[in-house]
């Protein structure tokens, strides 16, 4: 489809030089459909924001217990159980 755009001159020029004027169809509709896709990709994170629930921070209640609490598995050469009521992905 044929599609008539207004484009700057300093512009066309940076394209030109850049990708020659025998290529600038096929740069802009590069440019084009990558600009639609970030934007798709945007409109996808947007309606993602908070579906994921916030189960709070590891510590609950007590940080300086949670962070006694890892110092000493670790010191005794295991790994720090998670302390939180849920389970690590």
Do not use: C, Y
């Not at 300093?10 to 896709?37: S, T």
């Not at 798709?40 to 609490?69: F, K």
């Amino acid at each position: 489809m044929r599609l008539h755009i207004s484009i700057d001159d300093g512009v066309i020029e940076e394209l030109d030089k850049r990708v020659g004027a025998r290529q600038r169809n096929e740069f802009i509709e590069r440019a084009v459909r990558q600009a639609l896709g970030d934007l798709q990709r945007a409109e996808t994170l947007e309606q993602a924001l908070g579906s994921i629930e916030d189960p709070g921070p590891q510590w609950g209640d007590d940080p300086a217990g949670w962070v006694r609490n890892q110092r000493t598995d670790r010191a005794a050469g295991g790994q720090a159980a998670p302390t939180s009521s849920t389970s690590p992905s």
